[in-house]
């Protein structure tokens, strides 16, 4: 049986400031007003993050498909999912990178997956963060 966790998803939030942290990544805002959302958005850079619950997203990832009420939790996830789309569509179209990392990423044995939507955002940062420093040392 599948277990329905109601609360949001600040502490896969958290796990994922971590990470940021560990690649000394700055400049991320929380709770943005843009379109969708996202989780966390990284204004200079242009990078849209989210993280989606497992359940209220509907990653396919293991048994999130509860057999009670499986129409009733089929079309909320479904709607869910529709304005997942749109989100990831409205921001492509107004210039963001949209990430999208599921819950389950942050587990040990998907660690190779996370690492890989983080490194755009690596890359994205460091390309940044060059372009700044060689603006603040001038002419050399
Ligand atoms: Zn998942």
């Known amino acids: 049986m599948s277990k329905v966790r109601?609360?949001?998803n600040a502490s896969t939030e958290l796990k994922l400031i971590a990470e940021f942290k560990e690649r000394k990544i700055t400049g991320w805002r929380r709770n943005s007003k843009i379109f969708g959302h996202p989780d966390f958005i990284?204004?200079?850079?242009?990078v849209a993050v989210f993280v989606d619950g497992c359940f209220w997203h509907g990653h396919d990832c293991r048994n999130t498909k509860p057999k009670d009420n499986a129409d009733y939790w089929r079309t909320k996830i479904e709607r869910n999912q529709r304005r997942d789309q749109a989100a990831t569509e409205r921001l492509t179209a107004l210039g963001y990178r949209v990430v999208r990392i599921w819950e389950c990423e942050f587990q040990k044995k998907r660690r190779e997956r996370l690492e890989e939507k983080l490194a755009p955002i690596v890359e994205a940062f460091e390309r940044w963060k060059a372009a700044t420093q060689s603006d603040d040392a001038g002419p050399i």
Not at 42 to 46: E, V
């Open 42 to 46: 990284f204004p200079k850079l242009r």
């Open 6 to 8: 109601s609360t949001g």
